[in-house]
């Protein structure tokens, strides 16, 4: 089975960005996680990171086309990008939202997330292990047969 590991904007930033908040991890380290962690589950993985809503937009089009399962971190779009969520409730296979700070326990403009609402479910405060639980998440919809 595809799957799509998306990053929003400021994410090929990562470790050099706020790393007291983020970590020290680069995106090229977390895509090797993420590939990684897809082999051992048996998972196609491809990551891509943009900073352009639109190409997000066009990603998520393409998913929805192909029935490909996403793991998204949207990032700053995640409290604000109402095009973005629309997209999204597109969906024709699962959508794992994944933080890698605990958003709940940060700025209040944190708090809302306008995807959660149309994804599968949300897993938020767990570093890079984030994305780990999240593929893990999709392996095991696979396997129940919802993916
Ligand atoms: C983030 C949390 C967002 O609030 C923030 O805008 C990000 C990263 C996270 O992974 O913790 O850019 O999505």
Known sequence: TRVLVLNGPNLGRLGVREPDVYGTTTLGDLAALCRDTGRRLDLAVEVRQTDDEAEMLRWVHEAADERVPIVLNPAAFTHYSYSLRDALAQRTAPLIEVHISN?????????????????????????????????????????????
């Open 103 to 147: 958003p709940a326990a940060r700025e209040e403009f944190r708090h809302t997330s306008v995807v959660a609402g149309v994804a599968t479910g949300t897993i938020a405060g767990f570093g890079m292990m984030s994305y780990v639980l999240a593929l893990q998440a999709v392996a095991e919809l696979v396997a129940e047969g919802q993916a």
